[in-house]
């Protein structure tokens, strides 16, 4: 599990709309701290943008929400559905700015795991 550093700015809407660019930036490692993991709603839906809707800071620690946009598609059952999902990533402050941890999604379950 790695560590994904974040230059500080100085307020909330300066971290927010620096967020939201790393976001953007197919280079930049920063998505992978967001869960985008959307399989629980469909196997089938795929995540297709993301906004940074808030940034609270404090002297230690950050808290960042965002909204993950996605599709299911689903032609055997006629099935089109755009919604969006919710999710919060937390950091803390470091000498080299923000840190956060890069998500690991949880072991898929099988049929296996109820017996």
């Known amino acids: 599990m790695g560590k ?3 230059p500080a700015l100085p307020t909330a809407r300066e971290m927010e709309r620096h967020l939201q660019s790393l976001v953007e930036d197919e280079e930049s490692k920063f998505s992978s701290v967001l869960d985008l993991d959307v399989s629980h709603v469909d196997m089938r839906a795929q995540v297709y943008g ?3 809707t808030a940034v609270d800071l404090d002297a230690s620690t950050i808290g960042v929400s965002y909204e993950a946009d996605y599709n299911v598609f689903n032609g055997c059952k006629d099935q089109n559905i755009d919604d969006s999902h919710n999710g919060f ?3 803390v402050r470091t000498a080299a700015g923000w840190e956060f941890e890069e998500f690991v999604p949880p072991p898929k ?3 296996v795991n109820e017996f």
């Open 4 to 6: 994904i550093i974040v």
């Open 50 to 52: 993301v906004r940074i």
């Open 89 to 91: 990533v937390t950091g």
């Open 109 to 111: 379950r099988t049929t």
